[in-house]
């Protein structure tokens, strides 16, 4: 069986490990707390480049996402991209399992970086942790972009999404355990996708997203943004603003910080 002998998820894993190694970077674990360590990507050691801080979304953890912003951006900044808790190897033995907590992790862990002054770009889940990050912190953070993420969104949303995906519960939608449900996130992520058999989407699934599946489903169920079905108005981030380019575009100005639009889940 093709499945049994040949990962592809683990070569292309092999080939992002080459990648990053090649942009300068080296994959790197801190322990912020006595609780909590968390895993990133970074350079070895600071330069004199503005540091950027690219928080992935509710999938496949960081460099999943960011590969191709990563090779873009490391020519002018200085890129870090964390695993948030629970994804790859960032991990906490605390029960907090909100988006505000995951901010304030993410925030010391750039402090025991001694970095104080930073950009950051969140996309989907990483949405909502930038903009904590953002709102918490305004005197660290310089500049933010989120992209593809409802912050603003209300408990209803959920529902709709659902019912164009034609599944129960946003937790299979959020985290799927078979082809079929991989297929309904694609399906709504992906414009034009193209066929992909049931022993890829399986191997993916097997090696992205059962990992540390309980706590991930906790993860989905302690956000504090969009818990009610008002139009709740989010307050206003102090900080410079950027628009998201089309699809498979180039951001025009890497000074600009503008983000290239991206599936936030493959």
Known sequence: MVDSCLSF???YGSFLRRSLSAAGLSSQTIDIDSDTTLHFWGPSA???KPPLVLIHG???HGVWQ???QISFFAREFDVYIPDLLFFGDSFTKGSDRSEVFQAASVAKLLEKLRISRYSVVGTSYGGFVAYRMAAMWPERVEKVVIASSGVNMRRSD????LNRAKMKNIEDFMLPSTAVQMRALIGLAVFRRPYIPDFFLND???KLYRENRKEKLELSKGLTLGQDDTDQTISPLPQDSYQMQPKNTTPKSQSQLRAVAFDPQL
């Open 9 to 11: 998820v683990s070569i």
């Open 46 to 48: 600071a330069t004199s």
């Open 58 to 60: 509710f999938g496949p």
């Open 66 to 68: 960011w590969r191709p």
């Open 158 to 161: 959920n529902s709709e999404l």
């Open 204 to 206: 993916f699934i097997n």
